[in-house]
Nanobody, 127 residues
């Protein structure tokens, strides 16, 4: 069974940066889509970015394009989310998730039928 653990959240000022990590254990990440989702209080969960461990293809929701970068280190079984120029509206609990999907967009946009989730890490953006 795949076990996901997020880390790297915290408090940052607007314009600052954070790097989230999603460490996987229990099984190999081969041929999976790994994604970052976020949920702010009173809002629906949103797919932020997803990456294919098979071919490295990526998807970003429009609001984070050119600010966030998703990457993977297959040797470390870890996926990262580099977040730059953070805005107050980026504040949320960020969750790592993994599943088998045809495309990164499919997993990130639908956000359903995802079997593996981490416990989440809080990101707070405030001055």
């Amino acid at each position: 069974q795949l076990h996901l653990v997020e880390s790297g959240g915290g408090l940052v000022q607007p314009g600052g940066s954070l790097r989230l990590s999603c460490a996987a254990s229990g099984m190999n990440l081969d041929d999976l889509i790994i994604g970052w989702f976020r949920q702010a209080p009173g809002k629906e969960r949103e797919g932020v970015s997803c990456i294919s461990t098979r071919d490295g293809s990526t998807y970003y929701t429009n609001s984070v394009k050119d600010r966030f970068t998703i990457s993977r280190d297959n040797a470390k079984n870890t996926v990262y989310l580099q977040m730059n120029n953070l805005k107050p509206e980026d504040a949320a609990v960020y969750y790592c998730a993994a599943g088998v999907f045809g495309t990164t967009q499919e997993m990130c946009v639908t956000g359903t039928h995802i079997p593996s989730w981490g416990q989440g890490t809080q990101v707070t953006v405030s001055s």
